[in-house]
Structure formats: structure tokens, C-alpha cells
């Protein structure tokens, strides 16, 4: 077993992990883990872009970033921190740019921008331009970025290690256990502050744009540790996922003008939105396209429906919608200039399906995609641990494994990248501070034990159950019973149906033995944490007797503020049993009022 000593230890290497660390580096010494090799993380997947209100192309303003989060969240978002992100938002895209981020621009060499769903001129209701890209890899442009930056302060980085635990002394933080991918060796991180910047969880669904690591270390092994997370009932699903594969196709295909298309050829998503149609936001159009497949109007009677952005439908549409560009000339979009704004969409299109979105429209249908909820944090990324927000001292969490809260019920496309850069700086300029104002924590001799123990147990099982059959189960049990439309009997089955999955769950046991790159192991811990969280989010979401953002219910169908405008918290008990508690929502400007698109 090995030891090292940090000051601010940064697990994850994703956009908010690598924030996190170059802002932590300016002042502290600082290391990053990961069990991805950096430049690997999902947040390269992210394609759309960031929202920033910087105006390049017409009237916009923080203000009108953190009405439309606010209302985007269901009310549920806490407002003080979404107007801190939001505002936030135009330096922290300038810094992005001046570190070197190559994004598109206007004619005149501005960032340019394009509008995304939820996004509006507070005015007009109208879609407004917001959405700062790189082409469509905003995400692969921040990552690299970003680790040249860390690279460059010295950031020490250790690639292939995954973090099994958080070390817990004096109810405070103080460094992780870590297994080394190459070796197995065991690593004790030592640290005066500890970020967890380990993304999502949305391999718990079947069909899901997110990458295989989504397994939810981070927040499983908070509950482990006795830590509640918060909200986890929302889980966001994308409207455009590639048929059956779950591969994301951008919102920015509908910013750019790209409309959903049902079997008889209708722009269906007039009748649920009006006013922006294509571009209301992500749960009313995954619910809109739900409601049409069940009503018997997918394409060919089939689970999925069209995506169309080939160009002379965009003009046409564009033409009935009275859009116009930026310049108040007529929409005349051309097949050179869709390539030229979405060529991973194509090539993903053609390479996946066969399909060339310039000449066909591309078969979709709603993804699983972000974590709304999880380990919750305040501001400055400090996690709080109870409905009165105290602190546990040295312990912070960034990007899509924290809940701030800015997200609420429901993400706006955009403000997940924003909140990691945002975010992500705050909580490593807080651990910084922190790490040079505090002591090391004891570190006690059995610090490994708990981790030990886990892995034997794997080892050890009665080996009757596999990880495959186990996992492909829980997949669809969830995807069935917690997905987009919920009742409460369907959520009640599912849950019932995870806790015997927890159960067969200890009965699989790992036959690799090897040391190098034991990955049939590390898959086993990781379905083990997607588990436990999936029985979390149905308890949540059962517990939940309302419809409020991504939370859908049949059999509740309306928002209830009376009763449940308040955040949940879940902790997991000794005995295993899931508790839930609540915490306040906080409001500011914005008092709740029906959401209309
Ligand atoms: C396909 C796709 C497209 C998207 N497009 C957009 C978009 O256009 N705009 C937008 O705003 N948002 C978008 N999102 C959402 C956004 O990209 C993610 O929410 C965000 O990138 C998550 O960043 P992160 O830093 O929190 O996590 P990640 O980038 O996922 O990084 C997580 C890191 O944690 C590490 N890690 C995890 N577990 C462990 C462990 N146990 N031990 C050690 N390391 C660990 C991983 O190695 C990785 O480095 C998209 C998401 C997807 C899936």
C-alpha cells in the first residue's frame, strides 16, 4: 500500500475537476485522480455548447439567463445560486477564451452563439442566442483546454487510479483510498481538502447518452459514508438520443433549426409549445415525444421519431416561424454550413446509422442523460450535510456529481457546462483556502479497511449471480418503472425490484484474480454504486406526489408548490433502508408561476 500527502485532492478529471485543480494549483499543492485518463472524461462528449448571456448577436442579459434557469428548474433551482452562476457565466467564458479555447465565431470574430431549448428574450418569449460553441465539441474544446492549463501549473496527476473511499476523521474530509488500474496496488491519499468531481450516474437507465463511467462512484460512496444527497428523483431525460444506441444528438441540431417530425409528417411540437416550439425545454419535449409513440404517431408505428435538419426543411420552417438572421435577412441555410456547425452529429449519423442527416432525417427518441441531483454543496462548492446547509469541513463536490442547486427539476441545455467551469473554479479556490488555513487530519492505520473489505467481499460471493445479468435488469427495470412518464405502482415495482437486485447483487463474485487491469472487479464495485443509487432514486421519486420538472407522474400530474416545493435529502440508514428528509428551496427574486413555452 501506498501513501502520498496533498493539500487539495481533486477526484475526476472532467471539465469541473480540471477547474477545480487550476484554480486549487494557483495557491496549493495539488493532485488530481482519475480513473479515466483525463482528456477521456464525458465532458469531451458535450457538444451543444455554453451558456453565457453575452449578446454577441442580440439583446440578452444575465438576468434573463437566470429567469429562464429558474423557470427551467420547475422553481425548484435555488435561485441566490443561479444568479451567481449566471452572472458569473460572461467572465468565466471570456477566461475560457483567453486561455485559449478555440470557439466559432461571428463574421466580425466575436464568440459566436446559438439559441437552445429554454433559453429566451425575456421580452419577446422569443428564442434568444446564448449558446457559446465550438462547433459541436464545446466540451472536447474545454477538456483540452483546461488540462493543458492544469499541465502548465503543475497540477501532479495520477491517471488510471479509481477512488473506492472517502477517509472520514473528526467529521471532517481527509483524503481518499484508491486502487491503481495498472497494478491493483492500494494508494492512501492523504489531503487537507478533498474534491469529488466525479460526474453522473446515468448508466442506471437502458438507453442513455453517457459514457460507461457514469456509475456514480462519487455520490454512492457519500451515502456509504453516512453523507445525504439531495434531489435525486430528477434525472434528466434528452429528447434526442439516437434510435436504440442513446447516443446524443445536440440540442444545437434545433438551434440551428432542425424540427421534430411525428409519422404523419407534422411538426408536432407546435401543439405542446407553442410560442418555441422545438425549443421549449428538454423534459415538456421528451414528454411531448412520448405522448405522440404512445399515441400511435412514432414513425412507422415504431418507438422513435424524426429529426430533420436537412436544409430545405430548416428554411421552410424558418420561413413559417418569421425567424430570420441575425442580419434580418431571409434563413436560407445551406448543407455546407450544417457540416460546417454539427460535423460530429453527421459523422455520428452516418457512421451509426447509415443515415446522412443533410439528405434523411435521423430516427430518435429520448435518452437518459443528467443527474439533477447529488451530493449537495452550497456556492463555494462545500458539501452541507443536513436541511440547515452545515458545512462538513474539507470536503467539496463540482460539476454533475454536486447539487448546488442551479438545476433544480429540471437543466436547461448549456448550464451544465457552465456550472462546471463556475463552480468548479469556486470550489478549488475555496479548498485552496481552506488547505492553507488548516492541519492535516490524523490519518487512521485502518483507513484502507473499509475498501479491503468491499473487494473481498466480491471476491468472496457465492458467484451464482453475474454482473452482466444483473445490470442489463436494472437498466430496464429502470427505464421502464422511473423513467420519463411515472405512476406511483410502476415506481413502487421498480424499487421492489432493485432491492432484489441488491440483494442477488451479493452474490456475484469476481473469477478474475489478476492484478493488471482487473476491470471484471472494478465493473462489479461500480454496479454495486449504481444499485444503491438506483434504489435512492426510486424511493425519491415514490416518495415524490407531484409532477415538477423531469418528475412526471400519471397519477399526479400537477405541480404541488404547497407541499413540494422543497428539496429532498436521502441518506442511506445502517440496516440499508433509504430516509428521506427535506431541505428548503431558496427564493429570491422569483415567486413560482405556471411554466408556458
Ligand atoms: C453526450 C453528452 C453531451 C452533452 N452536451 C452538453 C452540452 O452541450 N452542454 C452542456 O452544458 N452540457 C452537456 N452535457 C452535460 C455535461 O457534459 C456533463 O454534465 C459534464 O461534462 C460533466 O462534467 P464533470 O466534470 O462533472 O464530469 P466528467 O466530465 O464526466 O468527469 C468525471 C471524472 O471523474 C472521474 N471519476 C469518476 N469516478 C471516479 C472514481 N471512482 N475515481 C477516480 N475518478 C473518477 C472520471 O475519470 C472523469 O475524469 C452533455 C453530456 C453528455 C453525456
Same mark, same amino acid.
Given at each position: 500500500m501506498k501513501k502520498h500527502q496533498i493539500e487539495v485532492l481533486v477526484v475526476g478529471a472532467g471539465g469541473a475537476g480540471l477547474m477545480a485543480a487550476l484554480y486549487a494549483s494557483k495557491t496549493a499543492k495539488t493532485a488530481v485522480i482519475s480513473k479515466l485518463y483525463p482528456t477521456r472524461s464525458h465532458t469531451g462528449a458535450a457538444q451543444g455548447g455554453v451558456g453565457a448571456a453575452l449578446g454577441n448577436i442580440e439583446e440578452d442579459h444575465p438576468d434573463w439567463h437566470t429567469f429562464d434557469t429558474v423557470k427551467g428548474s420547475d422553481y425548484l433551482g435555488d435561485q441566490d445560486a443561479i444568479e451567481f452562476m449566471c452572472q458569473e457565466a460572461v467572465p468565466a467564458v471570456y477566461e475560457l477564451e483567453h486561455y485559449g479555447l478555440p470557439f466559432s465565431r461571428t463574421p466580425d470574430g466575436k464568440i459566436d452563439q446559438r439559441p437552445f431549448g429554454g433559453h429566451t428574450n425575456n421580452v419577446t418569449g422569443k428564442p434568444v442566442r446564448r449558446a457559446c460553441y465550438a462547433a459541436d465539441r464545446t466540451g472536447h474544446m474545454i477538456l483540452q483546454t483546461l488540462y493543458q492549463q492544469c499541465l502548465k501549473n503543475k497540477v501532479q496527476f495520477f491517471d488510471e487510479f479509481q477512488m473506492l473511499d472517502l477517509i472520514v476523521v473528526n467529521n471532517a474530509a481527509a483524503g481518499v483510498v484508491a486502487l491503481e488500474l495498472a497494478t491493483s496496488e492500494i494508494h492512501v491519499f492523504h489531503a487537507k481538502a478533498v474534491i469529488f468531481a466525479t460526474g453522473g450516474h446515468g448508466r442506471i437507465w437502458e438507453i442513455t447518452s453517457n459514457a460507461y463511467a457514469y456509475t456514480g462512484d462519487g455520490p454512492a460512496v457519500a451515502l456509504r459514508r453516512g453523507l445525504p444527497l439531495e434531489d435525486m428523483e430528477f434525472f434528466q431525460f434528452h429528447p434526442t438520443g439516437i434510435y436504440k444506441l442513446g447516443i446524443l444528438i445536440t440540442e444545437g441540431v434545433r438551434g440551428?433549426?432542425?424540427?421534430?417530425?411525428?409519422?404523419?409528417?407534422?411538426?408536432?411540437?407546435?401543439?405542446?409549445?407553442?410560442?418555441?416550439?422545438?425549443?421549449?425545454?428538454?423534459?415538456?419535449?421528451?414528454?411531448?415525444?412520448?405522448?405522440?409513440?404512445?399515441?400511435?404517431?412514432?414513425?412507422?408505428?415504431?418507438?422513435?421519431?424524426?429529426?430533420?435538419?436537412?436544409?430545405?426543411?430548416?428554411?421552410?420552417?424558418?420561413?413559417?416561424?418569421?425567424?430570420?438572421?441575425?442580419?434580418? %435577412?431571409?434563413?436560407?441555410?445551406?448543407?455546407?454550413?450544417? /457540416? *460546417? $456547425?454539427?460535423?460530429?452529429? #453527421?459523422?455520428?449519423?452516418?457512421?451509426?446509422?447509415?443515415?446522412?442527416?443533410?439528405?434523411?432525417?435521423?430516427?430518435?427518441?429520448?435518452?437518459?442523460?443528467?443527474?439533477?441531483?447529488?451530493?449537495?454543496?452550497?456556492?463555494?462548492?462545500?458539501?452541507?450535510?443536513?436541511?440547515?446547509?452545515?458545512?462538513?469541513?474539507?470536503?467539496?463536490?463540482?460539476?454533475?456529481?454536486?447539487?448546488?442547486?442551479?438545476?433544480?427539476?429540471?437543466?436547461?441545455?448549456?448550464?451544465?457546462?457552465?456550472?462546471?467551469?463556475?463552480?468548479?473554479?469556486?470550489?478549488?479556490?475555496?479548498?485552496?483556502?481552506?488547505?492553507?488555513?488548516?492541519?492535516?487530519?490524523?490519518?487512521?492505520?485502518?483507513?484502507?479497511?473499509?475498501?479491503?473489505?468491499?473487494?473481498?467481499?466480491?471476491? %468472496?460471493?457465492?458467484?451464482?449471480?453475474?454482473?452482466?445479468? /444483473? *445490470? $442489463?435488469?436494472?437498466?430496464? #427495470?429502470?427505464f421502464d418503472g422511473v423513467g420519463i412518464f411515472r405512476t406511483g405502482d410502476g415506481m413502487a415495482d421498480a424499487l421492489e425490484k432493485v432491492r432484489i437486485l441488491r440483494q442477488r447483487f451479493k452474490n456475484v463474485r469476481v473469477s478474475d484474480s489478476g492484478k493488471v487491469f482487473n476491470t471484471e472487479m472494478l465493473n462489479a464495485w461500480e454496479l454495486g454504486n449504481l444499485l444503491d443509487l438506483a434504489e435512492v432514486v426510486a424511493a425519491c421519486a415514490l416518495n415524490r406526489t407531484e409532477s415538477r420538472g423531469a418528475h412526471a407522474r400519471e397519477d399526479y400530474p400537477k405541480r404541488d408548490d404547497a407541499n413540494w416545493m422543497k428539496h429532498t435529502l436521502s441518506w442511506r440508514q445502517g440496516d440499508g433502508s433509504v430516509q428521506l428528509g427535506y431541505k428548503s428551496v431558496v427564493q429570491t427574486r422569483f415567486q413560482p408561476k405556471e411554466r408556458t413555452y
Open positions: 440551428e433549426g432542425g424540427v421534430l417530425i411525428n409519422d404523419k409528417g407534422e411538426r408536432f411540437m407546435e401543439k405542446y409549445a407553442p410560442r418555441v416550439k422545438d425549443l421549449a425545454s428538454r423534459d415538456v419535449v421528451s414528454r411531448a415525444m412520448l405522448t405522440e409513440m404512445k399515441e400511435g404517431r412514432g414513425i412507422k408505428g415504431q418507438r422513435y421519431l424524426y429529426l430533420d435538419v436537412r436544409p430545405e426543411v430548416v428554411n421552410r420552417y424558418a420561413a413559417l416561424d418569421g425567424r430570420r438572421k441575425p442580419d434580418g %435577412s431571409a434563413y436560407n441555410v445551406t448543407a455546407e454550413e450544417i /457540416l *460546417s $456547425k454539427l460535423p460530429d452529429i #453527421v459523422d455520428f449519423c452516418r457512421v451509426y446509422l447509415g443515415v446522412d442527416p443533410v439528405s434523411e432525417p435521423m430516427p430518435v427518441q429520448p435518452t437518459a442523460h443528467y443527474t439533477m441531483g447529488g451530493i449537495p454543496t452550497n456556492k463555494y462548492g462545500q458539501v452541507v450535510i443536513d436541511a440547515s446547509n452545515t458545512v462538513m469541513p474539507g470536503f467539496y463536490a463540482a460539476g454533475e456529481v454536486a447539487c448546488v442547486s442551479v438545476h433544480g427539476a429540471n437543466r436547461l441545455g448549456t448550464n451544465s457546462l457552465l456550472d462546471l467551469i463556475v463552480f468548479g473554479k469556486h470550489a478549488g479556490l475555496h479548498a485552496a483556502q481552506f488547505a492553507k488555513g488548516a492541519d492535516f487530519q490524523p490519518l487512521p492505520n485502518d483507513a484502507a479497511d473499509f475498501t479491503l473489505q468491499q473487494l473481498d467481499a466480491l471476491r %468472496s460471493g457465492s458467484g451464482s449471480e453475474k454482473v452482466a445479468d /444483473l *445490470s $442489463k435488469e436494472m437498466k430496464a #427495470v429502470m
